[in-house]
Every structure is written in C-alpha cells, then in structure tokens.
C-alpha cells in the first residue's frame, strides 16, 4: 500500500476518533472506536483495497455521529463516500425489524466491495456477540432492541443472503462458523 493510502488511512483514523469519541459498544464501556478500527484490519486481511478499508474505519459515523455523507465524499472521495452510503441505514426512526428488513433486501444489489465490507461489520458484531453470550449468558441479548430468536433468525437470515449475492465472499466461511457458534451458546 503506497503513502497516499497509507495517509487517507490515518486521516479517516483521525477523522473517526474524533466523530465518535465518547461513543462506547451497545451494553458495555468498550470505546466505539474499537469497532471501526476491528473492521480496517478485517478488511486489511481480507485483501481489500484503501479506499474499502477507508469505509470500514468511516462506515457508522453518518449513521451514528453528526456527519454528513457530503463531508465524507469532500474529505476522502466519491468512492468512499458511496461504501459507506451503501452500508448506513436510512431511517434510523423505524423498527428494528423493518431497518433489518430494508438492510437484508439491499444485500443482492452489492457489489464485492459493499459486501466485504458489510461482512466485515457483521464479522465483528457477530465476534462480540458470541464473546457477550460466553461471558454474560443470555442476559446479552436484552441490550438489543429485538428478542433472542428474532436476533438469532435476522443473523441466519444475513448469511442466507450474503452467500446467496457472494459465495466466493472471503469473510464467509467465519460467518457461518460465527453464527452456529451463538445458536449453540444460545440454546445450550
């Protein structure tokens, strides 16, 4: 990776410690940083391109910070403003049912790119929910703004549609791994 990426990659670090600062994970005191700075690496592994990795750190700052998609486009490009447009849920007013519904019906529409990405997210919110499950018990799932079965059945349903767009999704198989790991957790 030459300087210039290297440089758009501690701008968008920058950039995103300073949007979600004060900002912890769901249920817990872990800074929110974590989270984005999780995904680059994921994304870093998996052999994804600058600008993919970019999104990753920047991907929930328009969705949960005062950030605009323009400010986004103007600071780091068109490119990765449309990554990360493709990954921000639009109206944050709705149910949790219908936002999910909404997310999983964009799913066939991505290209390798948005997908990696959005597999890299569910990667990790997949990790620490397993890591909660093992640590805390069902009593994880209370933070949620769904119950455990419909938590359990939107996460099986994601895997369905991410294979079904990519089958050749490199995150995939840990996935799948992920997801059988929490319903074994969560019905023993």
């Known amino acids: 990776m030459d300087s210039v990426y290297s440089q758009q990659i501690q701008r968008a670090i920058r950039f995103s410690i300073k949007a979600h600062a004060g900002?912890?994970?769901?249920?817990?005191?872990?800074?929110?940083?974590?989270?984005p700075l999780t995904i680059s690496l994921i994304l870093s592994q998996a052999g994804a391109s600058a600008d993919?990795?970019?999104a990753?750190?920047?991907?929930?700052?328009?969705?949960?910070?005062?950030?605009?998609?323009?400010?986004?486009r103007n600071e780091f490009g068109g490119s990765v403003a449309e990554l990360v447009k493709a990954v921000t849920e639009e109206d944050r007013s709705l149910s949790w049912e219908s936002r999910k519904r909404t997310a999983l019906a964009h799913v066939k529409d991505m290209s390798h790119d948005v997908l990696l990405l959005?597999?890299?997210?569910?990667?990790h919110n997949l990790s620490e929910l397993v890591h909660d499950v093992e640590e805390?018990?069902?009593?994880?799932?209370?933070?949620?703004?769904?119950?455990?079965?419909?938590k359990l059945t939107q996460q099986q349903n994601l895997v369905i549609a991410?294979?079904?767009?990519?089958?050749?999704?490199?995150l995939l198989p840990e996935i799948i791994r992920g997801v059988d790991v929490l319903k074994r957790l969560s019905y023993e």
């Open 52 to 54: 993919v990795i970019v």
């Open 23 to 35: 900002q912890t994970r769901k249920g817990n005191d872990i800074p929110y940083i974590t989270h």
């Open 118 to 123: 959005k597999s890299a997210d569910v990667l």
């Open 162 to 170: 991410l294979e079904s767009a990519w089958p050749e999704n490199p």
């Open 56 to 72: 990753g750190i920047l991907h929930d700052v328009v969705e949960d910070c005062d950030v605009e998609l323009d400010e986004i």
């Open 136 to 150: 805390q018990g069902e009593a994880v799932f209370e933070k949620f703004n769904a119950p455990k079965e419909k």
